[in-house]
């Protein structure tokens, strides 16, 4: 998602995008841990994803 398309996001559609992404990355640790994914860089774009998210959400705030 690119912050074009975060900054048109609505503060409340910000917070569930912001819970579902928060929940895909903890899946995606424990499927890590378990056994290595083939694309561990997922992680990290993840991770600034919802980095994007709560900056997006607190500016809207």
Do not use: C, F, G, Y
């Not at 928060?22 to 890590?32: E, F, G, I, Q, T």
């Amino acid at each position: 998602m690119k912050n074009a398309e975060i900054q048109k996001l609505s503060a409340e559609e910000i917070l569930t995008q912001l819970a579902t992404e928060k929940d895909s990355l903890v899946r995606l640790k424990m499927a890590h841990a378990i056994s290595p994914i083939e694309n561990p860089l997922r992680l990290r774009t993840a991770r600034k994803l919802i980095a994007r998210l709560e900056t997006a959400l607190a500016a809207k705030k």
